[in-house]
């Protein structure tokens, strides 16, 4: 079985400023692991994915995240916040060969100009 | 060009009735699925089909019932439909590929949802 956390339904930062938005999961098999954006009254758009590859993954936007087993995390960041961030994002977890997604609550980022 | 489409966009209706919601994919998928954000955010599974055959159904009422004609579309009709079940619907997509292990589903792509709200 599968589960995710995000730490934080809301995280706020400045534009311009380092964004990190939390991620912890559970699975009793080898994880996939993605963040997903939806923006607002729009569908999910994938940001990036780890399917057991490189560690730290690079998706679009400027946005990486690092698979961290001993700490079962996969945090994403982005160094410096655009505007054009802000938006609702989702972590979700899969086993391997399993195709059933399972997302965490999500976490909305505001960008303070 | 949309890979994943979804029709309504909008959905009102009164309690009792009966609706469908549509999806298609061109992405060229061999497994499609629905999933239902509440009014909190929450993303759950519903329903998966591959290549026309269901084979994830998560607990969800009788009242819902998928139909895939084929491998590009997957249709959801909802019977008698209650207050709880207004929410955004999502279609997705994705591709099965055989690894060394077993079979590997790729990453999923979603259409623009179906907003629903039963009054």
């Known amino acids: 079985a599968q589960s995710v956390t995000q730490l934080g339904s809301h995280v706020s930062v400045s534009e311009g400023a380092l964004v990190l938005l939390r991620c912890n999961y559970s699975?009793?098999?080898?994880?996939?692991l993605f963040w997903y954006v939806q923006y607002p009254n729009q569908g999910l758009q994938l940001l990036l994915k780890y399917t057991s590859a490189a560690t730290l993954v690079k998706g679009i936007n400027g946005f990486e995240a690092e698979f961290k087993k001993s700490e079962t995390s996969f945090h994403l960041t982005k160094p410096s916040a655009h505007m054009s961030d802000a938006a609702e994002y989702f972590c979700a977890v899969s086993g391997r060969g399993a195709q059933k997604l399972v997302f965490g609550q999500g976490t909305r980022l505001t960008i303070n100009p | 060009d949309t890979a994943v489409s979804q029709t309504p966009k909008y959905l009102v209706t009164q309690m009792g009735n009966d609706k469908s919601i549509k999806c298609e994919q061109n992405?060229?998928?061999?497994?499609m699925y629905w999933y239902k954000q509440d009014s909190k955010k929450f993303l759950k599974i519903m329903f998966s089909y591959n290549n026309k055959e269901l084979i994830i159904n998560e607990t969800v009422p009788n009242r819902f019932s998928p139909k895939s004609p084929d491998k590009a579309h997957l249709n959801l009709h909802i019977n008698s439909l209650e207050l709880g079940d207004s929410a955004v619907y999502f279609c997705?997509?994705?591709?099965?590929?055989?690894?060394?292990?077993?079979?590997?589903?790729?990453?999923?792509?979603f259409g623009p949802g179906t907003r629903l709200t039963v009054l």
């Open positions: 992405l060229g998928h061999d497994t």
């Open positions: 997705a997509s994705s591709q099965v590929i055989p690894g060394l292990a077993g079979l590997i589903y790729n990453e999923q792509f």
């Open positions: 699975s009793s098999v080898p994880p996939y």
